[in-house]
């Protein structure tokens, strides 16, 4: 296999994929505006890029009724992941926000074995609880910055794991009769139907959808087409193709890599032990990838 060959795989586009995402607290972090504002321009500018490519690019629209009605189902999830996750991470902080939306790893593998029947593998199996361990050593535990909402943040974060694995399986289902490797239309479309989600929740929550100057529109149009269009593309195109096991596995590879953005672009300090939870998660993805029984 040469080097281009191997960019076409769909283990490749899925580990691309998790790393443009995982810029995605970096940007938000950047951005002065609020969790929901920043999560209606990272669909909104990323759906509308797509639209365009796909109208110049001369493709349609004409999805069979099964597909708008997954598309729907996935937009719907999605929405309620970035409602969810954004308000984790206020009630209980960003770490254990981060590690209870990696919960989706278990969503994942259950949802592979019960619908697709793809049994994971032994090394699959055990690479699941290393990741988890791996990713507590990264993200920490901060029990003593309880809040008084802590209770509901952590339902919240269960929830967005739920969420995000509704997204990924409903999305996984978008593709099945589609003759295009990369899921552009289907991402356009599930993105603006997201933003209208999202809008609504903005203004309901009295928060003003104006971006305050040209910096904070520059991160937020590199948020929405590096992190959502790109990456969203190309873990979508690889959900038919690679094990529903490994796919959860993979994406555990977007909170450990946010770690090392975050300590870069914001000079948080390296901890040896979360140093070693990443090491730990990456190793674990190795596992994952190997699929002898």
């Known amino acids: 296999m040469n080097f281009s060959q191997f960019l076409l795989t769909p283990r490749l586009r899925l580990f691309v994929g998790a790393f443009l995402i995982s810029f995605s607290p970096i940007f938000v972090g950047l951005a002065d505006v609020s969790p929901t504002v920043s999560g209606f321009y990272r669909v909104f500018i990323g759906g509308i890029v797509l ?29 309620a992941d970035l409602w ?13 926000g981060t590690l209870l939306a ?8 259950a949802a592979g074995a019960l619908i697709y029947k793809q049994r994971p593998s032994n090394t699959q199996i055990v690479a699941v609880p290393i990741a988890l361990t791996g990713l507590i050593m990264a993200v920490g535990f901060d029990w003593s910055a309880s809040r008084p909402d802590f ?42 139907l997201v933003s209208i989600f999202l809008g609504f929740s903005a203004i309901f929550e009295g928060e003003s959808l104006l971006i305050p100057s040209s910096y904070d529109f520059f991160i937020l149009f590199l948020y929405g087409v590096a992190s959502h269009a790109i990456g969203g ?13 490994e796919v959860g596995i993979v ?16 000079q948080k300090s390296f901890i040896f032990i979360e140093s070693l939870g990443v090491i730990i998660v990456l190793f674990a993805i190795y596992l994952s990838s190997k699929r002898t029984v």
């Open 51 to 79: 639209t365009l490519f796909v109208l110049v690019s001369g493709r349609r629209f004409n999805f069979v009724y099964a597909t708008w009605i997954a598309i729907i189902a996935a937009a719907a999830f999605f929405a």
């Open 84 to 96: 969810f996750w954004h308000r984790s991470v206020l009630y209980i902080g960003p770490g254990l």
């Open 102 to 109: 990696n919960m989706q790893v278990f969503f994942m593998m």
């Open 233 to 245: 593309i190309l873990i979508v195109s690889a959900l038919v193709k690679v094990h529903a096991a």
């Open 151 to 192: 209770q509901i943040g952590v339902i919240f974060g269960f929830l967005t794991a739920i969420s995000y694995t509704g997204y990924l399986l409903f999305m996984r289902q978008a593709q099945v009769q589609s003759s295009y490797t990369m899921p552009i239309r289907e991402i356009a479309v599930m993105s603006l």
């Open 251 to 266: 994406l555990l590879l977007q909170p450990s890599l946010s770690y090392i953005w975050e300590a870069f672009f914001f």
